[in-house]
């Protein structure tokens, strides 16, 4: 089997050992730089990686992949699509050829964010392995790959591990402007149109994040029930930001009836709660979404609600609604989970001398 690894980059120097190292055992590899500054192309020409050089004005980033997609040898079993903050586990050429047969696209398990103990709490599956005429990739940003020949098979290799270890200071300022072209482009693509209201709550334009997310919900093609939930999650924190408590919580309810499977709205309205002292409602979201036992596989998921922050504001919940002992009970199942938090840590003195006092 012929495996060729392909990406684009700019001013990643300090990634590119780490990324060849996890690499190398393809049989080629080819890297398109779209105007580095920095010695990026010299170290990968080092490294005996094919380096080609693009710059694009405007940049996008489809016409960057398929640039490099194109420079593939057309030989090729499969290519994989792998940034420069991305690596591939130890093993996974023997894992792919194991479970390979033939398919045109490969999903394998995708870690997207890894906490400080490097335990993966954000994982989904992701599917940038595919072969190499069947695909070109399509929308500025947030690009996917486009089956060309309407042939697509798939086959999901959860051994297959990928992690991402994100540059922190690299900046998003193209995404926005990219994904105004992107909806403009195809103003029907729901998946966009989520990005795009997305991306202006970020940039703190609530308005216009809740009028283009209210646009997601509206489109026919938006039936991806946790997208859907995502996005009224999203207007109820644009309005939780705007002050408008009422809409906010309308809006979060909205998300728990649209994907009651998902933890993920429970906690952000119990953390509204939290916010305004009501703390018998955080005790009742919150032991709600204790319920959901599932953490789905997917990039909707939040951080929040699968690391220890439901513990920790039931245990503050718990205190002011006077029930010591289960408020210790939370604290040390939040410990389990971030045993150096000092805060929680002294949550705990503090309940364990008020239950010894009594």
């Known amino acids: 089997m012929k495996i060729v690894v392909y990406a684009i980059c700019k001013n990643e120097s300090k990634f590119v050992k780490r990324w060849y ?20 192309k010299e170290k990968l020409k080092e ?11 405007p940049f ?49 398990t995708y870690n997207w964010h890894i906490d400080e103990n490097n335990v993966p709490d954000v994982t989904f599956y992701l599917d940038k392995i595919h072969t190499r005429c069947d695909y070109k990739w399509t929308h500025p940003v947030h690009e996917v790959l486009e089956n060309i020949n309407h042939n697509e098979t798939r086959v999901t290799i959860k051994e297959l591990v990928v992690n991402h270890y994100p540059d922190k200071e690299k900046s998003r300022s193209s995404y926005l402007p990219l994904l105004e072209l992107s909806v403009k482009e195809n ?15 970020y940039y703190k334009r609530y308005q216009e994040a809740i009028d283009t997310l209210i646009k997601h ?14 996005s009224m999650r999203f207007i109820g924190r644009c309005y939780k930001n705007l002050n408008r408590f009422d809409e906010a919580i309308m809006w979060y309810e909205k998300a728990i009836h649209e994907a009651p499977y998902l933890r993920d709205s429970y ?34 998921n939040e951080i929040f609600s699968w ?10 919940a718990c205190y002011y609604l006077n ?23 002294n949550n705990k003195v503090l309940i364990d001398k008020i239950l010894n006092q009594n």
């Open 21 to 40: 190292d996890s690499v190398k055992d393809a049989d080629s590899i080819y890297v398109l730089d779209t105007g580095s500054s920095d010695d990026t």
């Open 47 to 57: 490294l005996g990686v094919n380096v080609y050089e693009k710059v694009f004005e």
């Open 60 to 108: 996008r980033f489809d016409l960057a992949r398929n640039e490099i997609l194109n420079k593939l040898p057309l030989d090729a079993d499969l290519c994989i699509s792998l940034d420069l903050d991305e690596v591939m586990t130890p093993g996974w050429r023997k894992i792919l050829e194991d479970n390979y047969h033939g398919e045109t696209r490969v999903s394998y």
């Open 187 to 201: 103003p029907e693509d729901d998946r966009n149109m989520h990005y795009l209201g997305r991306e202006y709550m």
């Open 217 to 230: 919900l509206s489109l026919k093609s938006a039936t991806w029930l946790d997208e859907r939930c995502a």
């Open 267 to 300: 906690v952000e309205l119990a953390m509204l709660y939290y916010e305004k002292e009501d703390y018998l409602k955080v005790y009742t979201y919150l032991k709600q979404a204790l319920t959901i036992k599932t953490h789905k596989k997917s990039y909707i």
């Open 307 to 316: 690391n220890e922050t439901i513990y920790d504001l039931l245990s503050i």
């Open 323 to 345: 029930l010591l002992p289960e408020s210790l009970y939370y604290i040390d199942k939040a410990l389990e989970i971030s045993p150096d938090n000092e805060r929680i840590k």
